[in-house]
């Protein structure tokens, strides 16, 4: 099984650079197979645009745009792509990294598949960051970075305990119907539920307030849209979900720091 050394990967690199010890690709995917593999280091693949099969010892995963997953070092792998364009966004852990004596690389998964509204926005902002290239860019990389495995190690913790089956089921629901007028009241009747208790609980398994967790899929998904540039972003904001286009660009500055028009401009690339 071969080896991929460090900043290695297959496909066609648009960019490449170093951020301290992090290794950072913008690469397509050119093959229409790959056999199995591992990395040197650990790494992140955010999938930019298209579809992507990836097999492991865990199963295979469908990626789709806006997917994550990590890899943990020596993880075997293979990868399919059918037809058509698909991008990939990388980020590699040097050994030297920051995270050593603060992220705890054993106790996490390999082949790790994160569906997390909240650490997936993390990543739609280091690529935003991967096009800034001042004296600040390096510092804002590695702090998000450091805030998305906070947020995987929290994720895992919780999802490691005895996770009642409503939670699967509320996760894959609003997944589904984010952008339909939702009530507490109707939801909780779905889950057989009271509503003070779903309520209550959902923060514990979620992190954050229904509303917040609704409105991170909402701008999650709009992202996905920007890659399509027939679209207006006020044509973008209603296809996610927003009532209008200020609550769009209020969510979507709250959640990724810049507007909706300036994230476009700068990773329209």
Aim: proline share 3%.
């Amino acid at each position: 099984m071969q080896q991929l050394k460090e900043g290695t990967y297959y496909g066609a690199v648009n960019r490449k650079f170093k951020s301290n010890e992090l290794i950072i690709s913008d690469a397509v995917y050119t093959l229409d197979k790959v056999d199995w593999h591992y990395h040197e280091n650990p790494y992140f693949t955010f999938i930019i645009a298209g579809n992507l099969l990836e097999g492991s010892r865990k199963g295979i995963h469908q990626c789709t745009a806006g997917d994550l997953l990590f890899h943990n070092w020596q993880d075997p792998h293979y990868n399919s792509k059918p037809d058509g364009f698909t991008r990939g966004f990388h980020i590699e852990l040097g050994r030297n990294w920051c995270w050593n004596g603060v992220v705890c690389l054993d106790q996490l998964q390999g082949n790790m598949d994160i569906r997390s509204p909240a650490i997936r926005l993390l990543f739609h902002q280091l690529f935003f960051e991967s096009f800034i290239q001042d004296n600040s860019a390096a510092l804002a990389t590695d702090s998000l970075l450091l805030n998305a495995f906070s947020l995987i190690q929290e994720e895992q913790i919780v999802w490691e305990r005895r996770i009642p089956e409503w939670a699967y089921t509320l996760r894959d629901y609003l997944r589904e119907n984010y952008k339909k007028d939702l009530s507490l009241s109707a939801i909780a009747g779905i889950l057989d539920l009271h509503p003070v208790y779903l309520s209550r609980e959902f923060s514990r398994y979620f992190g954050v307030t229904m509303g917040s967790y609704i409105r991170k899929l909402k701008v999650e998904n709009a992202l996905l849209l920007f890659r399509q540039p027939s679209l207006s972003l006020t044509e973008i904001g209603y296809m996610a979900g927003f009532a209008d286009q200020s609550h769009f660009i209020r969510c979507f500055r709250d959640f990724l720091g810049v507007t909706p028009g300036q994230y476009r401009e700068r990773t329209n690339s």
